[in-house]
């Protein structure tokens, strides 16, 4: 499929929502992919920083299980 029917798919797409938010959602969405697509973001400092303390917490053991989290969302999807 050619990039302008692609292009084209997507019109359509987008033409079919009549949601104002579901446009500013998808806006974002394509803003954020758009300004990623050149490859990996800015680190800053402060992200590096939670980072390698997040890092270091689950290294000490401080983390919950996947299954726990796995249960959790199982009752709190029955609520």
Excluded: C, Y
């Amino acid at each position: 499929m050619s990039t302008t029917d692609l292009k084209s798919l997507l019109h359509d797409q987008i033409d079919r929502l009549q949601q104002e938010d579901d446009l500013q959602d998808l806006l974002l969405t394509v803003s954020e992919f758009v300004s990623h697509r050149g490859g990996l973001p800015d680190e800053s400092p402060e992200l590096l920083a939670q980072l390698q303390h997040a890092l270091s917490s689950a290294s000490a053991g401080n983390f919950t299980p996947h299954s726990d989290v796995v249960q959790e969302a199982k009752q709190w999807i029955t609520k």
